[in-house]
């Protein structure tokens, strides 16, 4: 069983930053791929970036792709998800997931490849 908390959520206008953190539970942080997904009310789950377990690999969505970046430190169990030049669009709820992955070097992309998932953080940007 993996527990998920993420922190770092807020309000922020256009053109500023954020940074998210997630904090899994358990020795076996390392095992996982991490996800970072998103969603407004009344729309799908939607892909933001995700890490591959050994942190060779990051992969994003182009709306994203150049503003934010996905990190992990296995040392302290933290991945972060740096978000820059924040838009008005990128408003919505961002969640934490991590999912066992096929390969150490594979991210899936996919929500229902992920099997854990933190309670959400609400970011907000207004123009």
């Known amino acids: 069983q993996v527990q998920l908390a993420e922190s770092g959520g807020g309000l922020v206008q256009a053109g500023g930053s954020l940074r998210l953190s997630c904090s899994p539970s358990?020795?076996?942080?390392?095992?996982?791929?991490m996800g970072w997904f998103r969603q407004d009310p009344g729309t799908e789950r939607e892909f933001v970036g995700g890490i591959s377990r050994n942190g060779g690999s990051t992969s994003y969505a182009d709306s994203v792709k150049g503003r934010f970046t996905i990190s992990r430190d296995d040392g302290k169990n933290l991945v972060y998800l740096q978000m820059n030049s924040l838009k008005p669009e990128d408003t919505a709820i961002y969640y934490c997931a991590a999912g066992l992955a096929t390969s150490a070097w594979s991210v899936p992309t996919a929500w229902a490849r992920y099997d854990y998932w933190g309670q959400g953080t609400q970011v907000s940007v207004s123009s």
């Open positions: 358990g020795r076996t942080f390392g095992t996982w791929a």
